[in-house]
């Protein structure tokens, strides 16, 4: 159990110091149909990140949640307001393009801030001057497909670093596979690529996470493409993602009131395609994305 939560009383620090270093760029995805492995620097960058990813002291009951950070509607886990979403609007030509697949349930358009030096473990949003406009939780980096809203990194399913789309969170598997050239409106679950990420079943104990955690953390090969934390962002390709962020327990600290940080977020099992739309003069990403699979996630058993 010991080795779990050194995997799974870090994490905090492991978002920050992953922000703060520019990683090295990854060599491009393999085309599809083809299931070459690529070695790549990415993923001793997801190496250290994982190092660092883990469950802070777990105690026998959460404490009163009254404190500014944690109000639902002003605090750190709040839904963004209009207003501030406003600093990462998408382009009026973007939303007429995609207006009728917008129409559909579970789809979206959202940018994605390039500036990762906007985010701060503790205070959500970095004290730059360039950062000002960027109030919403986690800067703008980072996005959540299950509560379809900006989250700080360590909540979110898809986080923008350095030209680079991120994965990760806590008590969260997550993987991801580039497809190409192939248009949003096309992609179910019956396309190529997604039937690996349907079939995969979620682990159900600790000792089961860190032996997958392990396997994802070089990626694999399935069906002719290769799944792993992280990948390029390509302009015009579009990738697929399952992330599966576990029910349990995170606790955590603001001024002595101690909480669990997961009574603040939609744990779900979910499997979502993504595409590439736009990339802005300051490097910012437009994606327009449809989830396709939404289920409740499990909840992790912790083997003592």
């Known amino acids: 159990m010991t080795r779990f939560w050194m995997l799974v009383s870090t ?8 922000f703060a270093q520019t990683p090295g760029t990854p ?10 492995r690529p070695v790549s620097p990415i993923t001793a960058d997801n190496a250290q990140y994982d190092r660092l990813r883990s469950i802070e002291l777990m105690t026998p009951k959460e404490r ?34 995609y207006r009728t697949f917008l129409r559909n349930p579970n789809t979206g358009i959202v940018k994605l801030n390039a500036n990762s030096e906007c985010v701060s473990d503790t205070q959500v949003v970095g004290a730059k001057e360039e950062c000002a406009a960027f109030t919403m939780p986690g800067g703008g980096i980072a ?56 079939g995969l079943k979620p682990v159900r104990d600790s000792n089961e996470f860190i032996r997958f955690d392990e396997e994802i953390l070089n990626g694999i090969n399935a069906d002719g493409f290769f ?18 962020a576990y029910r349990g327990q995170y606790f955590q600290t603001v001024d002595g009131i101690q909480y669990d940080e997961l009574a603040f ?22 994606i327009v994305w449809n989830r396709l699979r939404d289920v409740e996630a499990p909840r992790l058993r912790v083997v003592r």
Do not use: C, W
């Open 265 to 286: 977020d939609k744990r779900r099992d979910v499997i979502v395609a993504f595409r590439v739309v736009e990339k802005d003069e300051a490097g910012n990403i437009t």
């Open 227 to 244: 799944y792993r934390r992280g990948h390029l962002v390509k302009a015009n390709s579009t990738y697929l993602l399952r992330s599966i």
């Open 27 to 36: 060599a491009p995805t393999p085309p599809p149909g083809q299931g070459q």
């Open 11 to 18: 994490f905090l620090l492991a978002v920050t110091a992953s």
């Open 64 to 97: 009163d949640t009254q404190h500014p950070l944690l109000d639902p509607k002003r605090g750190i886990y709040r839904i963004p307001t209009r207003e501030e979403t406003e600093a990462l609007a998408v382009s009026g030509s973007l939303t007429e393009k």
């Open 143 to 198: 996005f959540s497909f299950r509560t379809e809203s900006y989250r700080m990194p360590r909540l979110a399913d898809l986080i923008l670093h350095d030209g680079i789309f991120k994965t990760g969170g806590v008590l969260q598997q997550v993987l991801m596979a580039e497809i190409g050239d192939v248009a949003i409106e096309n992609v179910n679950l019956q396309t190529k690529g997604i039937k690996f990420l349907t």
